[in-house]
């Protein structure tokens, strides 16, 4: 038997083992999540009831089966491609959620509430690790309470230790031996090292630090990855916290020598069948970047592909604590105009906390509760006017993509009536926030359509009487074809010169301010010489990028060509939206159309084939919209990477500085370069932009050509005798297609009435 036709035979099997009496929601689940049962939305209960997992298992098994068939039979062009068509349907899509905040927040414990599982992230007085990022996500495989720790190479971990040396000071072979000047960088980078070395590292060269006997319980895991595996979340809990924070509570884990965090690089939890994360990865993770370059990648990737991100801060401080607002601004690129979030949630926790509980007008039950409520509406709508004043972030996102929500994780995790009624806490709406993002309903619908469109195909190509009309039809698709393409392109062209108009001005201002700029950032005021020295030696390093302890990202890249950025930002939010719904790209595929329907009219005799051609339609302007999400990202951040690039060399020189006057030296070179450069490097940054925006375009236009006509030519051009008969199957997953397309707009209708994200 073929792997795939078995394996998802094994998919459906392992689902209707179960007892049949038993929906798929109602499976193994959180105590928090069943106790919460009448929190669900009525979207979540109706979804619940039209057994959709189910159905999805029917459609598997009947596609697992037909796979098995196709494959028995003679290789054919037309059976190959319909093995293709099948293995395609088993792509299941994440979401990602970005969740931010500092330590003290409440970030764990609202995770914690959210999924149900009271005791998965540590809480409390643990001391949490601003470096590693920790994914959460369901289990589907198994009822065990699994982690996933990937590791840094090596090779990372002794750049990095060069790289401290290094900026600490200038003795190479080393860490440096004095405790002068201790500022917050070398207490990180002290940290660190005790972490994995405890005392033992004072006084050690790089080659003493790498030697194997600091690394006997994971050297085998460096560069790869360890897995835990428990029956509870508090084993596990207790087993992996060494390997993302920096300490534990007083009194526990005495007998934990090494903390070996700093050789992570990130940490995935799987929760065992935890309905809201089975198609939604909530991702715990640090406000900024990593000194770390593997590390750092990784969380500039991940944030980039968040659908969604929450930032969460203490209520009592929501609006006057500069660190949430900070996140938020440090990522507005990348969330925005160079990722693709369409959701910011920013969460106030600890909703149930007043100071001043003995005032007298505040010594009732419903006084109290009456307190909270105002004083959460109150902070609710100070956040929200603070927002607003963030024309920098409106930029790139836009302000029905901001909610506020109050929570009180302790409250909802303890199910106590004593202060917070349960109907005033927003956990619940956090939850049906991530069953819609989760939004199983749309995975099953996708799949039972591409199941019915190829089924349609496998039975329509067994006809045929039709041969004659099979091949007018083939001339009024190529023409409608044409006639889409063109439109499409003439839409593109107009995009393209939309940003060559903007680019041309940033350009110009480039030209005429960065030089400024520049001199602003070598120049800072109220720093010392001394310490911008380290700071700029660092930027010099590391490709024009610094990432401090506290703080947001230094880079002068950004800085450089933010006269471009700026000129771009606005005209790139709207033909690029992250809702891949609206602008003028996306209207132009979504208008796309082989007008299928009318066609069935005048070719009755063919529409079968029909039905496929509308399924593939549909699937491969899906498919372009998703890769335009994508591509987008990497137009936006050319103009940086081209600076970048053009500044390589700068940088290289200004790094090998030492000694006396190195600090001048450094800006001397720097500043020489840009004045020297700037002529050519921002008209280059400029064609480099707009030379991608074209590539973009020719990639949709013969995208929808080839795969159009790829599917054309063989469901109406290919005569194919080895084809099984599907009568049966395309009768059955024809109902239960009809009854997930009513649940749809059953789905639609519920949602243009109630608030739903």
Known sequence: MDDFGQQQLEEATDFTEENPSTSVNEKRKPDNQRESSEWQSPTKRRRDSTSEAIILSKVKTVMGEVYIRIVEMDRTKLNTFLKSKIEDLATDKRELVGVFGR??????????????????????????????????????????????????????????????????????????????????????????????????????????????????????????????????????????????????????????????????????????????????????????????????????????????????????????????????????????????????????????????????????????????????????????????????????????????????????????????NQTESEIPMLQDFLTDLNDSHSVTLNYVSGAHGILSLIQGASCKEAAGKKKDLCEDLEGNISHQIKSLCDTMDEVCGAFEKCLSKGVAESNSSCEGKLKYFLYPKGKSGRGFHRVLRCVALNQGKYQPKKGKEINLNLKLASFLTDSIDEEFKRTFPNDGKNGPIYEAISSFSLDTKSLMEKYRDVELQLIFLKTEEEKVKTKLKRFILDQKKIIYSSLTKAIEEAMTDCYQRAAGFRGKNSLQNMRQTVERHVHDLKSSMFSQAKEMMLNLLKKLMDTIEGTLKETMGKSIELSLRTDDNSIPDVSTELEMVQKLYDELKSSSHEDMSWKMQHWIP
């Not at 040396?165 to 660190?192: L, V």
Request: charged share 30%; glycine share 6%; net charge negative.
């Open 103 to 420: 330590t003290g927040t409440g970030k764990s414990s609202l995770i914690n509430a959210v999924i149900g599982e009271k005791n998965l992230l540590p809480t409390g007085s643990v001391s949490a690790c601003t470096s590693v990022m920790i994914k959460v996500e369901a289990n589907m495989r198994n009822s065990k309470y699994e982690a996933d720790i990937e590791f840094i190479s090596k090779e990372d971990w002794k750049n990095e230790l060069w790289s401290m040396g290094r900026f600490h000071g200038d003795n190479e072979d080393g860490m440096r031996k004095d405790e002068e000047s201790r500022e917050e960088d070398d207490e990180d980078f002290d940290e660190k090292l005790s972490a994995v070395y405890g005392d033992e590292w004072r006084d050690k060269s790089l080659e003493n630090l790498m030697e194997a006997k600091y690394f006997r319980e994971i050297n085998h895991c460096l560069g790869s990855m360890k897995t835990l595996t428990c029956e509870s979340a508090q084993e596990l809990s207790a087993k992996f916290v060494k390997y993302t924070r920096s300490g534990t509570r007083e009194g526990e884990s005495k007998e934990v020598k090494r903390w070996y965090w700093p050789l992570v690089k990130c940490v995935t939890l799987r929760v065992p069948q935890n309905d809201l994360l089975q198609y939604v990865t909530l991702v715990d993770l640090p406000g900024n970047g990593d000194c770390n370059k593997s590390r750092d990648e990784m969380w500039k990737g991940i944030v980039g592909k968040c659908s969604a991100v929450w930032i969460v801060a203490d209520i009592n401080r929501a609006t006057s604590e500069k660190e949430p607002w900070e996140i938020l601004k440090s990522l507005r690129g990348l969330i925005g105009n160079g990722g693709e979030c369409q959701h910011i949630l920013f969460i106030c926790t600890k909703s149930d906390q007043i100071d001043d509980l003995d005032n007298k007008y505040v010594n009732s039950m419903d006084n109290i509760r009456a307190h909270i409520f105002k004083r959460n509406m109150t902070a609710k709508e100070e956040v929200r006017q603070k927002f607003q004043k963030l024309d920098e972030v409106k930029k790139h996102i836009s302000g029905d993509c901001f909610n506020v929500f109050t929570v009180s994780s302790k409250e909802f995790l303890k199910r106590k009536n004593n202060v917070l």
